[in-house]
């Protein structure tokens, strides 16, 4: 396969069956717009089914990793059925996408990564962050569930008691912080993420295919077995972008100030 049709990702091969993968919006902080999060969606089917690709490594152009959801995308999705229940089925094309690619698959988290963005850095099977790197789920601050992959995703990394903080208050958390907690697998200074994910890839990409491949579906079960959880944690944040708090939510984001939710109204 080529991958050259794709309009934000961009596409290098590396030795060793290394395939690069670069969010590339960078003057938006490659946050993802519909175009960039159907991509995200749909390529790890492509990476699955091409012999060539042993390895997936995945990054964000510039400064950042991906600053979740482009707000006029979010604001355009909003209130819309049509368009919510389209941003379902990608949601889950995207979660379960990583979770069956048969290659491995690792997150350079070079910058700030939020919403979609952390759904790739932390669904990837080995993470690599940025020591200040910002990580975050951030769909409260939002007005909506904390859907997409963070309800199976946190509490196997982190445990419970820093998954329902954590997603419950929006706060972000460090590249460093991320490693102490589990929620990372390993932390380093910024300028060697890219280098590290790398070096972790071509010792994936040079080892034995078919145990490191049957090693990651395995392990992937904990992912599977919690399959109703991410159900219903995706239809609840979906269920929050036809309600009122996520246009406040948005509004709040523009105006740069403290949002005033109407659920928190009385």
Known sequence: MTFSDYQH???ERREHGVLLITMNRPEKY??????MH????????????DASVRVAVITGAGKAFCAGGDLSWVEDTAGDH????????????LVYGMVNCDKPIISAINGVSVGAGTVVGLMADISIAANEAKIGDGHVGLGVAAGDHAAITWPLLCGMAKARYYLMTGEMVTGEEAERIGLVSK????EQVLEEALAVAARLGTGSQTSIRWTK???????KQAGP????????????FLGPD???GIASIREKRAPQFPSAAN
Do not use: C, H
């Open 9 to 11: 990702l961009l596409f």
């Open 30 to 35: 490659n946050a993802a717009n519909a175009v």
């Open 38 to 49: 159907a991509e995200l969606a749909r390529v790890w089917g492509e990476v699955s089914t």
């Open 82 to 93: 049509a368009k919510v229940a389209g941003l379902l089925t990608e949601m889950s094309d």
């Open 187 to 190: 932390a380093v200074p910024r």
């Open 217 to 223: 579906k395995a392990l992937n079960n904990w992912i």
């Open 229 to 240: 959880i991410f159900d219903q944690g995706a239809a609840y944040e979906m269920l929050g």
């Open 246 to 248: 996520i246009t406040e």
